[in-house]
């Protein structure tokens, strides 16, 4: 009788030798790498700040192409609208093999009006109505095999430079938008201050944060180890990161880069000596992409989950009469 051979992993190259403690565990990384690959991905990122702030071009610089609303459904003349709307705009985009679906949410209107009270109020019902989408197709009998996710991931919040302190307008949005959605604070046009102004009012920013209580992304309450928590420290020491967007293109010094062209010289956007744009584009895309949609999923969307069920539940003991008069009338 001939003892059977061991033959390779179905796909992988036949080896000489055998290695007879080898199990194949680790292949299940390669398994969800090719899954994940197949199905390609997807990022919801919503840009709030009064009109002007470079929120547009920003999102062209992170993402190299022309993704923001603006530039895609331009119309002659864009006016301030009187009211605060909700425009989306989706693009597919590969890099490498690499699909993802990115959608950037614009505000137009936030806080370009003379009475700017309640303005976060559209924008919180916006983010709730995503989540209410998205439960609705949870709770199907029949499910969609993959539902499609449309709730905020991430929400970046221009603040205007002016080098002094957050205005209550920035405090409020951010006060009550940071319990339902990731925000990223940055300081717009962040080269129309000085390195001396920019270092004060970051300074100022984080205190405004801490004493209004305002916790924004990376969130010191979700930090999940020691490792976790020294990588996320050094960001939050960075926020609000003073950013500087250019889809233009310059010569310096025989490289082809990103920047904005002055008499005193060019703003590298991508220099970290010149603003701190790269610190954002690495935590929102290089980093953390996938640890924002996590605390989206399991935090934000699932405490917003659990108050509705709850809602649900009551609403069903009230109408089977256990704890509603009315319905003891009926």
Same mark, same amino acid.
């Given at each position: 009788?001939?003892?059977?051979?061991?033959?390779?992993?179905?796909?992988?190259?036949?080896?000489?030798?055998?290695?007879?403690?080898?199990?194949?565990?680790?292949?299940?990384? =390669?398994? #969800? $790498? &090719?899954?994940?690959?197949?199905?390609?991905?997807?990022?919801? *990122?919503?840009?709030?700040?009064?009109?002007? !702030?470079?929120?547009?071009?920003?999102?062209?610089?992170?993402?190299?192409?022309?993704?923001?609303?603006?530039?895609?459904?331009?119309?002659?003349?864009?006016?301030?609208?009187?009211?605060?709307?909700?425009?989306?705009?989706?693009?597919?985009?590969?890099?490498?093999?690499?699909?993802?679906?990115?959608?950037?949410?614009?505000?137009?209107?936030?806080?370009?009006?003379?009475?700017?009270?309640?303005?976060?109020?559209?924008?919180?019902?916006?983010?709730?109505?995503?989540?209410?989408?998205?439960?609705?197709?949870?709770?199907?009998?029949?499910?969609?095999?993959?539902?499609?996710?449309?709730?905020?991931?991430?929400?970046?919040?221009?603040?205007?430079?002016?080098?002094?302190?957050?205005?209550?307008?920035?405090? =409020?949005? #951010? $006060? &009550?938008?940071?319990?339902?959605?990731?925000?990223?604070?940055? *300081?717009?046009?962040?080269?129309?201050?000085? !390195?001396?102004?920019?270092?004060?009012?970051?300074?100022?920013?984080?205190?405004?944060?801490?004493?209004?209580?305002?916790?924004?992304?990376?969130?010191?309450?979700?930090?999940?180890?020691?490792?976790?928590?020294?990588?996320?420290?050094?960001?939050?020491?960075?926020?609000?990161?003073?950013?500087?967007?250019?889809?233009?293109?310059?010569?310096?010094?025989?490289?082809?880069?990103?920047?904005?062209?002055?008499?005193?010289?060019?703003?590298?956007?991508?220099?970290?000596?010149?603003?701190?744009?790269?610190?954002?584009?690495?935590?929102?895309?290089?980093?953390?992409?996938?640890?924002?949609?996590?605390?989206?999923?399991?935090?934000?969307?699932?405490?917003?989950?659990?108050?509705?069920?709850?809602?649900?539940?009551?609403?069903?003991?009230?109408?089977?009469?256990?704890?509603?008069?009315?319905?003891?009338?009926?």
């Amino acid at each position: 009788m001939v003892a059977p051979t061991v033959g390779p992993v179905y796909g992988e190259k036949p080896s000489s030798v055998v290695d007879f403690s080898y199990v194949g565990i680790d292949a299940i990384l =390669e398994q #969800m $790498r &090719r899954k994940a690959m197949k199905q390609g991905f997807e990022l919801n *990122i919503m840009v709030v700040g009064q009109s002007g !702030l470079g929120k547009s071009t920003l999102m062209n610089t992170l993402f190299k192409s022309k993704v923001s609303r603006k530039y895609v459904q331009a119309t002659a003349q864009e006016k301030i609208p009187k009211t605060i709307e909700i425009k989306s705009i989706s693009h597919d985009i590969e890099e490498k093999g690499v699909r993802m679906k990115l959608t950037v949410i614009d505000t137009p209107g936030f806080g370009d009006q003379i009475n700017n009270e309640n303005c976060w109020q559209p924008i919180m019902r916006f983010i709730n109505d995503q989540y209410e989408a998205y439960l609705q197709e949870e709770i199907n009998i029949n499910r969609k095999k993959r539902i499609p996710d449309s709730r905020v991931h991430c929400c970046i919040y221009f603040i205007p430079p002016t080098g002094h302190c957050l205005r209550p307008l920035d405090v =409020e949005f #951010m $006060r &009550r938008l940071s319990k339902v959605v990731n925000i990223v604070p940055v *300081i717009a046009k962040a080269d129309t201050l000085t !390195l001396e102004e920019r270092d004060f009012f970051k300074q100022k920013i984080r205190e405004d944060l801490r004493a209004n209580g305002i916790d924004v992304y990376p969130q010191k309450e979700f930090d999940e180890d020691q490792e976790d928590r020294m990588i996320n420290e050094k960001i939050r020491e960075m926020i609000p990161f003073a950013v500087v967007g250019s889809d233009q293109e310059y010569q310096v010094n025989g490289r082809r880069l990103l920047g904005r062209k002055t008499k005193w010289g060019t703003i590298e956007v991508e220099n970290i000596a010149h603003c701190e744009f790269a610190y954002l584009r690495d935590l929102l895309i290089r980093t953390h992409m996938q640890n924002i949609k996590d605390i989206t999923s399991t935090i934000h969307y699932e405490m917003y989950r659990v108050r509705r069920l709850n809602e649900n539940n009551t609403g069903a003991v009230h109408t089977n009469g256990l704890s509603d008069h009315s319905a003891h009338e009926m």
